[in-house]
């Protein structure tokens, strides 16, 4: 990947103007942004040129033919088995499940999924969908990308309820790839949420129309 500078840091506290000033960048230099970032007061974005992307299908999404394959990305970036990384996810939503309050958006489930891609997988991406009759299907990927390979999701009923992932670099805004998932999964996916560091972007389809909400969670803001 690229990287490329947008700008001091000063000038993009609003994340709408950041957004739309990502979204121009891939528009004029007909890119892919994957990842941004702050370092020495400025703005960086790391992507990829726009033309090696492929529709994403029903059981590969979050496919990048640029991505190297030599096995499964969550064989090939970390040795912790699935169980114990998707151990609190799992029990946090049996929870929710039980109480009837199984809401995706749960600052619990939400805590735990960040919690197993930045603290126990140190900070690799992690995926998860829940299929209508509630289930879960889950991996893990590299620091900046999430794939379903050597997944097995059989028996995923849709319409999808809800796709969940996280950014552990930090910011959480939908990137081109996640852009692509969406305008795919668009007609069987019901909600989508992307995860950052004390924050999280949630997508969702209504009746008539679809909603776009930035939730932030700090000790205190500034007023």
């Known amino acids: 990947m690229k990287r490329y500078e947008v700008g001091?840091?000063?000038?993009?506290?609003?994340?709408?103007?950041?957004?739309?000033?990502?979204d121009?960048?891939?528009?004029?230099?007909?890119?892919?942004?994957?990842?941004?970032?702050?370092?020495?007061?400025?703005?960086f974005a790391e992507g990829y040129e726009d033309k090696v992307i492929e529709p994403i299908t029903y059981?590969?999404?979050?496919?990048?033919?640029?991505?190297?394959?030599?096995?499964?990305?969550?064989q090939?970036?970390?040795?912790?088995?699935?169980?114990?990384?998707?151990?609190?996810?799992?029990?946090?939503?049996?929870?929710?499940?039980?109480?009837?309050?199984?809401d995706p958006s749960n600052q619990s489930f939400i805590d735990s999924i960040w919690n197993a891609s930045k603290n126990i997988l140190g900070g690799l991406e992690i995926s998860v969908i829940?299929?209508?009759?509630?289930?879960?299907?889950?991996?893990?990927?590299?620091?900046?990308?999430?794939?379903?390979?050597?997944?097995?999701?059989?028996?995923m009923k849709i319409p999808l309820r809800c796709w969940i992932h996280t950014h552990p670099f930090g910011q959480a805004f939908?990137?081109?790839?996640?852009?692509?998932?969406?305008?795919?999964?668009?007609?069987?996916?019901?909600?989508?949420?992307?995860?950052g560091n004390q924050e999280y972007l949630q997508w969702d389809k209504l009746e008539k129309k679809e909603v776009m909400t930035k939730v932030v969670w700090k000790d205190q803001f500034k007023l």
Do not use: C
């Not at 990137?175 to 989508?192: M, V």
């Open 130 to 155: 829940i299929d209508r009759d509630g289930k879960l299907f889950m991996n893990s990927g590299s620091p900046g990308y999430v794939e379903y390979g050597g997944v097995n999701v059989a028996g």
């Open 76 to 102: 090939r970036f970390t040795d912790v088995e699935p169980e114990v990384w998707q151990a609190e996810i799992k029990e946090v939503w049996k929870h929710l499940l039980f109480k009837g309050e199984d």
């Open 8 to 22: 001091k840091v000063i000038a993009y506290k609003d994340d709408q103007v950041l957004n739309d000033k990502l």
């Open 174 to 195: 939908w990137s081109g790839t996640d852009t692509n998932t969406l305008r795919n999964w668009r007609p069987i996916l019901e909600q989508a949420i992307v995860i």
């Open 59 to 74: 059981q590969s999404g979050f496919f990048r033919p640029s991505e190297p394959k030599s096995g499964p990305l969550n």
């Open 24 to 43: 121009l960048m891939e528009e004029e230099l007909d890119i892919v942004i994957e990842q941004v970032y702050e370092e020495g007061g400025y703005i």
